[in-house]
């Protein structure tokens, strides 16, 4: 079993909609919890970064943790074209930089 | 400011053979992590250095390896190429060996093993 999950989609939604990605891991020591974007042929870029439970909110952009159900989401408003893309969750058992990452989930807007 | 530099960006290796990557990270960055990217199992954590140093490696085998100068600058090494090591080869870098979330990628280095 890998330590973090995520559904690879594919995704499609119609602009405007909101947009829930979900992830789950088996390691309860993870903290640090992230969300990357990856576009076509591109590295990863980072959208949110989270430390422990709790929301983040960023424009559009809503980060969640349920540490006690070790379950993350990320939820996107009115999307855009723009947001199609590749969504990575990601986390972190301590304060070092070697990241664990969910699959991805291939998201893509429609027009 | 220039982003995080791979090179070459896409190579054609036959089994056997080895091969190395290149990266350059962004100027000040002194953590270079590497990361090893496919469809089925996503991005697989390889090793990162900082000062020159590995400070932490992940679970792959001893036929990959890395180094990285004083100049910040990293290369990769695997050695007796299988098939398996198809992959998207990902270097990301960081101000710091401390976690702020935030890894700065490069577009990659995409290795094809026949």
């Known amino acids: 079993q890998k330590e973090v999950e995520q559904d690879p989609g594919p995704l499609s939604v119609p602009e405007g909609a909101i947009v829930s990605l979900n992830c789950t891991y088996s390691?309860?020591?993870?903290?640090?919890f992230m969300w990357y974007r990856q576009y076509s042929r591109k590295g990863p870029e980072l959208l949110m970064y989270?430390?422990?439970?709790g929301n983040k909110e960023d424009g559009r952009f809503t980060a969640q943790v349920d540490k006690s159900s070790k379950y993350i989401s990320l939820f996107i408003r009115d999307s855009q074209p723009s947001d199609s893309a590749t969504y990575l969750c990601?986390?972190?058992?301590?304060?070092?930089?070697?990241?664990?990452f969910g699959t991805g989930t291939s998201l893509t807007v429609i027009p | 400011k220039a982003g995080v530099t791979q090179t070459p960006r896409y190579l054609i290796k036959t089994r056997g053979q080895q091969v190395t990557l290149s990266c350059s990270p962004i100027?000040?960055?002194?953590?270079v992590s590497w990361y090893q990217q496919t469809p089925g199992q996503g991005l697989q954590f390889l090793f990162e250095?900082?000062?020159?140093?590995?400070?932490n490696k992940g679970n792959f085998p001893g036929r990959f390896s890395g180094r990285q100068f004083s100049n910040s600058r990293s290369e990769m090494n695997v050695s007796t190429l299988e098939l398996g090591d198809s992959a998207l080869y990902l270097c990301?870098?960081?101000?710091?060996?401390?976690?702020?979330?935030?890894?700065?990628f490069g577009e990659g280095s995409r290795l094809t093993v026949l």
């Open positions: 100027s000040g960055h002194r953590s």
């Open positions: 989270t430390y422990s439970s």
């Open positions: 990301a870098s960081s101000f710091t060996n401390f976690n702020t979330g935030e890894l700065f």
């Open positions: 990601a986390m972190s058992p301590n304060t070092g930089n070697q990241f664990y």
């Open positions: 390691n309860s020591a993870f903290q640090y």
């Open positions: 250095y900082f000062s020159e140093t590995q400070r």
